[in-house]
């Protein structure tokens, strides 16, 4: 069974909390978590609500498989109407604190309406409860996380929080639990905060001890384990190196995004790199790295904990950021780094750091940065707008520009704004480099070519985790293709954005498609749920779910024309590298990954596919 | 030959799976609050340290308990508890200086590492060889082993 069949409804309003049973019809369709949770949310809530208005809600849920052994079983989703996006948003995280909520009995808890003041859920097993706020509200996700374990005298709880970029509105803001893991993009921390929701405290000892076949799941749980220990990605690479393994390998393929997307490679890269992570610093003799680290359940622990240098300009004085913490991850620090042309590794932990503090996504806040720079080079940003120079490849620009950000304060508060709405603001729309008003992570469309097709269809606007065609197109996993042409992309991104729909909603982590296919999945879930958990039955369901996600997007109001990349990746070739010359074949690729989904040329879903799926 | 849990906290990931394979072992749920081992995340420090009952031979808790209801299992040298005698008056737990013996409200009963009867679920659950049951005798064996490697051998090879 795995599902404890309990939703916590939680009245923002009234200041109510609630307990009802889980559909479980809808369980069988859509499993849990992104799946299960956007079902609901899409029953309850009007698509063309105003994502900031109480009528928008937003469901914290876990997966089938959260909270038990299966690798990386640990992870937790937030689902919304995405506060930068205004589409369907489901943000992922891992850490410790979806296994506690699993623990304290709840597959979900649904928000809805607005507190009229700052209030904290406090959740100890099946007792939930609002809890004043007052005295959190304005604090940040590090103060808060101590705060409440102090006052529940129970260092035991696991706790998710806006930081001040939630309250202050920034377009991106986070929802952070266990200090460094969140739920990143989309604003799904912005929603929070739009609700006075300010955090989310959990303790659970009820554990989970609710499965079909324990015996059968422990089993399929250790082939799999197994499968992730042997294999070079989750085995070797990112255990060692993390995530960051890629920023050497996609440099030299001519695929990072530098300065705005302006370049392709980055002369600095190895500067940024695993690599560099790990060599020991002149200034005190010590790696910037200090420990690899897991999320629950997980057996490939990719996670960074690093130390800041403490003679790096941006933290001398500032003992506070001289322990050790999250980062840098790939992602983080492409969009810190090459997205802006800074090259200091230091000086993106910090920025890192205060992302990570303050709650605020570090891709789409290093994007905008990377668009303010380009801004503020054509002269229409200017050093007194900005209150400093803001060249590429300023470091102290970067770590300002984090701090006031995390504030609220001056430019900050445009740069929370979003690169979208920072380009149209002054005039240059066409240098925003995302779709559906969100930034791109770090893999340039041109250099990878099915990224620009997952990119412009992705549910939660431009996305490398809803349909990761790196993994074939740059590591050959399951196959290897061709990351230059875009021949066979459309059914590449199909294929990926169906399995990971399934992966997203039964708990585990995306890290672990490196080395699973749904065939390594589906024992685990065969043996943990009640029903019949065919391969087939879990490719209709990921198939079903990405349309559901579409629908609710198309009533929302965007249409084919919001599949687009920015005219720079259409008509701008890659200078430098092996893809030197190249622009994104997207408006190729766009035609044939509709008809491979069986959606008209408006990109909305036929009739006869509607049906098909059962939708 | 006698074994001993040995924890290596420097490859300690903090992914909780000795805690999930202790409860499942123990009590047949996956719940790391009902866990005899414990990691613990000094996040400040980048350190995860897996901490549990190291079965003192001179065992604080099994002297200290007033109703015989510790006693030492031969096959494994484990200090067990016999939760048919615990009369939960946790003066066990006062007594371990290392506050690895726990009282479990649900029970009314103390309970300890016990070994898992000489196949410890926590050492088989590890990924990265953190916890690893071995030779009781020789604990110290991977540590000698590395620094033995450290070795300067180069006066011979040249000589």
């Not at chain 1, 809805?112 to 706020?133: F, H, Q, T």
């Amino acid at each position: 069974m795995a599902w404890t069949r309990k939703i916590l409804r939680v009245d923002l309003n009234n200041g109510t909390c609630k307990s009802e049973p889980l559909n479980m019809e809808w369980a069988q369709q859509y499993l849990g978590q992104r799946g299960l949770a956007t079902k609901y949310f899409i029953s309850e809530v009007d698509p063309k609500v105003d994502p900031l208005s109480p009528d928008n809600k937003l469901i914290m849920t876990t997966g089938p498989l959260t909270g038990t052994p299966a690798s990386t079983g640990g992870r937790y989703s937030v689902i919304t109407k995405g506060a930068l996006t205004g589409a369907i948003a489901c943000s992922n995280s891992g850490g410790y604190f979806g296994a506690e909520l699993k623990f304290a009995g709840w597959d979900m808890i649904i928000f809805e309406g607005k507190s009229a003041k700052p209030v904290y859920l406090a959740i100890e097993n099946d007792k939930a409860e609002l809890k004043d706020a007052a005295h959190l509200w304005g604090k940040t996700v590090w103060q808060t996380e101590e705060i409440i374990k102090k006052s529940h005298q129970d260092p035991q709880t696991r706790v998710c929080s806006i930081g001040r970029a939630g309250e202050n509105g920034v377009m991106y803001a986070c929802i952070v639990n266990d200090l460094h893991r969140a739920a990143g993009r989309s604003g799904v921390g912005t929603v929070m905060g739009s609700k006075n929701l300010k955090a989310v405290a959990v303790r659970g000892t009820q554990g989970v001890s609710i499965m079909k076949d324990a015996k059968a799941f422990m089993s399929a749980a250790t082939a799999a384990k197994k499968v992730l220990a042997e294999n070079a990605v989750t085995g070797q690479g990112l255990p060692t190196y993390g995530t960051q393994v890629l920023m050497n390998v996609i440099n030299e393929m001519g695929a990072l995004p530098t300065r705005n997307h302006r370049d392709s490679q980055f002369e600095d890269a190895r500067k940024i790199s695993a690599e560099a992570m790990i060599e020991k610093r002149p200034s005190d003799g010590k790696s910037h790295l200090v420990t690899n680290a897991a999320c629950f359940g997980c057996t490939i622990a990719c996670g960074r904990i690093s130390r800041i240098d403490e003679t790096h300009f941006s933290v001398v004085n500032k003992p506070e950021y001289w322990g050790a913490s999250g980062g840098l991850e790939y992602e983080a620090a492409w969009a810190l780094g090459a997205a802006n042309g800074v090259g200091d590794l230091e000086a993106l932990q910090y920025a890192n750091l205060i992302c990570n503090e303050d709650g605020f996504d570090p891709i789409s806040f290093g994007a905008t940065v990377g668009a303010a720079m380009e801004l503020y080079e054509l002269g229409i940003l200017t050093e007194k707008i900005i209150g400093m120079e803001a060249p590429f490849g300023s470091a102290k620009a970067l770590c300002d520009l984090a701090q006031m950000t995390a504030r609220g304060e001056g430019f900050g508060k445009e740069l929370g704004l979003g690169s979208a709405r920072l380009c149209e603001k002054y005039g240059k729309p066409e240098l925003s480099m995302g779709v559906k008003k969100q930034e791109f992570p770090a893999y340039d469309s041109r250099g990878i070519q099915g990224m620009g097709l997952a990119y412009a269809t992705s549910n939660r606007g431009a996305c490398h985790l809803r349909g990761y065609t790196v993994a074939s197109e740059v590591l050959g996993i399951p196959v290897k293709t061709d990351p230059l042409v875009t021949e066979g992309k459309a059914d590449l991104v199909k294929a990926f954005q169906d399995a990971t729909a399934v992966f997203d909603s039964a708990g585990v982590c995306i890290f672990t498609t490196f080395a699973w296919t749904l065939a390594d999945l589906q024992p685990q879930l065969a043996a943990a749920c009640e029903g019949d958990w065919t391969m087939e039955k879990l490719a209709a369901m990921g198939e079903r779910i990405w349309n559901m996600e579409r629908q609710f997007n198309n009533a929302a109001g965007f249409t084919a024309k919001d599949d687009d990349l920015p005219p720079r990746l259409k008509t701008e070739p890659v200078k430098t590298g092996p893809a030197k010359g190249l622009v994104s074949g997207i408006d190729k690729m766009l035609p044939e990954y509709y008809q491979a989904r069986g959606w008209d040329a408006n990109g909305v879903p036929s009739k006869e596919t509607l049906k098909r799926l059962g939708l | 030959m006698q074994k001993s849990l040995h924890i290596d906290a420097n490859k300690c990931t903090g992914c909780l799976q000795c805690e999930m394979a202790c409860s499942y072992e123990n009590y047949g749920v996956f719940n790391i609050a009902k866990s005899r081992i414990k990691i613990f995340n000094f996040e400040h420090a980048g350190r995860m340290v897996p901490y549990t009952c190291t079965q003192c031979a001179e065992a604080w808790c099994m002297n200290a308990c007033p109703v015989d209801a510790i006693r030492v299992d031969a096959a494994t040298g484990a200090k067990v508890v016999n939760e048919a005698n615990c009369v939960g008056c946790k003066v066990c737990t006062i007594a371990c200086p290392f506050g690895t013996v726990n009282y479990v409200a649900e029970t009314g009963k103390v309970q300890k590492c016990d070994l898992c009867g000489g196949d410890p679920a926590c050492a088989t659950a590890c990924p990265t060889g953190a916890i690893t049951y071995v030779d009781a005798d020789w604990t110290g064996l991977d540590k000698m082993r590395a620094w033995a490697g450290k070795t300067d051998n180069a006066t011979r090879a040249s000589a």
